[in-house]
């Protein structure tokens, strides 16, 4: 009987720009693929060599000729087995998205990604060279054929391959989480195997970089569409796929296939990884927050020690004058629930002393939200004391509704390193929240059933100022996220005067959104990367280019 053919699917959390380490990472996997495996094939994700996206370190040339020294490396460090690795590719004056199978000491076979992707949170066309041939490799007597990522999601690239006389074909990506992504991924790769009629191996990066997480869930899909293998989303792995060869063609064989998350523990998820590998990879001891008794700060906790666990994450509770007991008492019973040391700094003499430095300022002014901002900012300025002097990243606990229409204070509650939340509705919150106490109750349930406040005024609520986030965040939704008019919005059944507010709010807090620390993106729009409006502007409410029909 033939001996099938063993591909090794390398699911790995590499650094942006530790050329040196990432290939040291894949010379170890490689190794073991070969060694503890006996893989013939060892695939790797896009652009392992560089990290995916290394943005404008590609315009460096020290940077690129590191990565083509670490590539002779490699190619001299492994032998016995076949690498399949994404890396940063020069030639001459251009720059391609490539990935080069080696084997032995030799590149068998080179390919340049055709697809560049440029929209949503991708600008590959800023930096590389369109590939345009198809490359087809013999791996252990099959014909081997290799896309990269966007490849798959147009049907050409495929199909070109399949024609050259590939009899599997194989991705590699670098493809960034957001809900319901990773069906989406599957239902475009099917759609290539019903066109190509050829088993499918697609392997996914993993990790968190900057606001974008990347869940893995790499998978192999028969030539039917049927999964045969799918690797657990945000866990690092080196997962093994045998291909029984048949005639001329080959067969994955069945394997471990993890579930599709459901929606709450996949965002949930992408969130915990991406609050981690930002405090991993950036050095920082651990995390400090301030700790409201609101849902937010609870949610963000709970995120926080997940992520690094509790010895690492310290808690402020900072009581003003308007602070109501309960609010205490629920986070004191929160950082309790999760096992976090908490300090109580009240804010009432520094929030006095600037009122005392600011007086002959204010003489003759009715107090407004000028107090309530001075009360915010006071927290800041002490949480950022307590971040540089333990060398513990400060999360903000802002959600996207607030950050949506500025409800909140630069230099205040803004003020932080990370903000965990950010592109995450306060609706959605309240759904986490729920899911998380589902694990384990750690969130009291009147911090639920209470109304939301800053409580930096007397009886203060955030629907004194905002429509009910049950409003809110549908409008949001299809403002920020769809780019949909003001018109459009109204033409759906949603209140003219609160869609215009609420309009206006958006656009006028642009400048606040600049000064906002990044956050993890689970959503199809975040601010950020994929948002970009300009913040003087004399074109209001458009909700974006080509958004209405």
Same mark, same amino acid.
């Given at each position: 009987?033939?001996?099938?053919?063993?591909?090794?699917?390398?699911?790995?959390?590499?650094?942006?720009?530790?050329?040196?380490?990432?290939?040291?990472?894949?010379?170890?996997?490689?190794?073991?693929?070969?060694?503890?495996?006996?893989?013939?094939?060892?695939?790797?994700?896009?652009?392992?060599?560089?990290?995916?996206?290394?943005?404008?370190?590609?315009?460096?040339?020290?940077?690129?000729?590191?990565?083509?020294?670490?590539?002779?490396?490699?190619?001299?460090?492994?032998?016995?087995?076949?690498?399949?690795?994404?890396?940063?590719?020069?030639?001459?004056?251009?720059?391609?998205?490539?990935?080069?199978?080696?084997?032995?000491?030799?590149?068998?076979?080179?390919?340049?990604?055709?697809?560049?992707?440029? %929209?949503?949170?991708?600008?590959?066309?800023?930096?590389?060279?369109?590939?345009?041939?198809?490359?087809?490799?013999?791996?252990?007597?099959?014909?081997?054929?290799?896309?990269?990522?966007?490849?798959?999601?147009?049907?050409?690239?495929?199909?070109?391959?399949?024609?050259?006389?590939?009899?599997?074909?194989?991705?590699?990506?670098?493809?960034?989480?957001?809900?319901?992504?990773?069906?989406?991924?599957?239902?475009?790769?099917?759609?290539?195997?019903?066109?190509?009629?050829?088993?499918?191996?697609?392997?996914?990066?993993?990790?968190?970089?900057?606001?974008?997480?990347?869940?893995?869930?790499?998978?192999?899909?028969?030539?039917?569409?049927?999964?045969?293998?799918?690797?657990?989303?945000?866990?690092?792995?080196?997962?093994?796929?045998?291909?029984?060869?048949?005639?001329?063609?080959?067969?994955?064989?069945?394997?471990?296939?993890?579930?599709?998350?459901?929606?709450?523990?996949?965002? %949930?998820?992408?969130?915990?990884?991406?609050?981690?590998?930002?405090?991993?990879?950036?050095?920082?001891?651990?995390?400090?927050?301030?700790?409201?008794?609101?849902?937010?700060?609870?949610?963000? /906790?709970?995120?926080?020690?997940?992520?690094?666990?509790?010895?690492?994450?310290?808690? /402020?509770?900072?009581?003003?004058?308007?602070?109501?007991?309960?609010?205490?008492?629920?986070?004191?019973?929160?950082?309790?629930?999760?096992?976090?040391?908490?300090?109580?700094?009240?804010?009432?003499?520094?929030?006095?002393?600037?009122?005392?430095?600011?007086?002959?300022?204010?003489?003759?002014?009715?107090?407004?939200?000028?107090?309530?901002?001075?009360?915010?900012?006071?927290?800041?300025?002490?949480?950022?004391?307590?971040?540089?002097?333990?060398?513990?990243?400060?999360?903000?606990?802002?959600?996207?509704?607030?950050?949506?229409?500025?409800?909140?204070?630069?230099?205040?509650?803004?003020?932080?390193?990370?903000?965990?939340?950010?592109?995450?509705?306060?609706?959605?919150?309240?759904?986490?929240?729920?899911?998380?106490?589902?694990?384990?109750?750690?969130?009291?349930?009147?911090?639920?059933?209470?109304?939301?406040?800053?409580?930096?005024?007397?009886?203060?609520?955030?629907?004194?100022?905002?429509?009910?986030?049950?409003? /809110?965040?549908?409008?949001?939704?299809?403002?920020?996220?769809?780019?949909?008019?003001?018109?459009?919005?109204?033409?759906?059944?949603?209140?003219?005067?609160?869609?215009?507010?609420?309009?206006?709010?958006?656009?006028?807090?642009?400048?606040?959104?600049?000064?906002?620390?990044?956050?993890?993106?689970?959503?199809?729009?975040?601010?950020?990367?994929?948002?970009?409006?300009?913040?003087?502007?004399?074109?209001?409410?458009?909700?974006?280019?080509?958004?209405?029909?």
């Amino acid at each position: 009987m033939t001996r099938p053919l063993r591909i090794a699917l390398a699911q790995l959390n590499l650094l942006v720009g530790d050329v040196a380490g990432n290939a040291e990472r894949i010379r170890v996997v490689a190794l073991d693929a070969r060694d503890r495996l006996a893989a013939d094939l060892v695939v790797f994700p896009e652009l392992a060599l560089s990290g995916y996206p290394p943005e404008d370190l590609l315009l460096r040339g020290d940077f690129r000729r590191a990565v083509d020294a670490a590539l002779v490396r490699l190619r001299a460090a492994v032998h016995g087995i076949h690498l399949l690795v994404g890396y940063p590719h020069t030639e001459g004056n251009r720059l391609y998205n490539a990935a080069a199978l080696l084997r032995d000491g030799r590149v068998e076979a080179r390919y340049f990604k055709h697809l560049l992707p440029n %929209y949503s949170v991708f600008d590959e066309k800023r930096y590389f060279t369109a590939g345009t041939e198809p490359c087809v490799a013999e791996i252990g007597g099959v014909a081997v054929g290799i896309t990269i990522c966007e490849d798959i999601w147009q049907p050409e690239p495929a199909a070109r391959t399949a024609a050259a006389g590939a009899r599997l074909l194989v991705n590699l990506n670098a493809s960034p989480f957001h809900v319901d992504k990773a069906r989406e991924r599957e239902q475009v790769a099917a759609r290539r195997v019903a066109e190509c009629g050829i088993p499918l191996v697609y392997l996914n990066l993993l990790g968190g970089q900057d606001e974008l997480v990347f869940d893995g869930q790499s998978f192999v899909l028969d030539r039917d569409g049927t999964p045969r293998f799918r690797a657990p989303a945000f866990e690092e792995g080196l997962h093994c796929v045998d291909f029984a060869r048949e005639d001329d063609t080959v067969r994955p064989l069945p394997g471990p296939c993890a579930p599709l998350s459901a929606s709450e523990p996949s965002l %949930y998820g992408a969130l915990v990884l991406g609050v981690r590998d930002y405090i991993r990879k950036n050095g920082f001891d651990g995390a400090v927050l301030g700790l409201s008794g609101g849902i937010d700060s609870a949610l963000c /906790l709970a995120i926080a020690v997940d992520a690094i666990g509790a010895g690492r994450v310290q808690a /402020l509770l900072m009581p003003s004058r308007y602070t109501a007991p309960m609010s205490l008492e629920d986070a004191e019973a929160e950082a309790r629930a999760l096992g976090v040391d908490t300090r109580v700094i009240p804010i009432e003499p520094p929030f006095q002393a600037f009122l005392e430095s600011l007086r002959e300022v204010f003489a003759g002014c009715a107090p407004d939200v000028t107090e309530e901002n001075l009360q915010a900012r006071c927290r800041g300025v002490l949480l950022m004391a307590v971040s540089n002097k333990t060398r513990r990243i400060l999360l903000t606990t802002g959600n996207k509704s607030e950050m949506s229409v500025g409800y909140a204070t630069l230099y205040g509650d803004m003020a932080g390193g990370f903000a965990p939340i950010k592109d995450v509705p306060k609706t959605l919150v309240y759904r986490l929240a729920r899911y998380r106490n589902a694990i384990a109750p750690v969130i009291p349930q009147r911090v639920f059933d209470r109304p939301p406040s800053a409580e930096l005024a007397p009886d203060q609520k955030d629907a004194d100022l905002l429509p009910p986030y049950e409003v /809110l965040d549908p409008i949001l939704e299809r403002y920020v996220e769809l780019d949909q008019g003001v018109e459009r919005i109204i033409a759906a059944g949603y209140d003219a005067a609160v869609v215009r507010r609420v309009a206006e709010l958006v656009d006028r807090n642009e400048y606040k959104r600049r000064q906002a620390p990044p956050g993890v993106r689970i959503s199809r729009r975040a601010f950020g990367r994929d948002r970009r409006y300009p913040i003087t502007c004399g074109n209001r409410h458009a909700g974006g280019p080509g958004s209405d029909p």
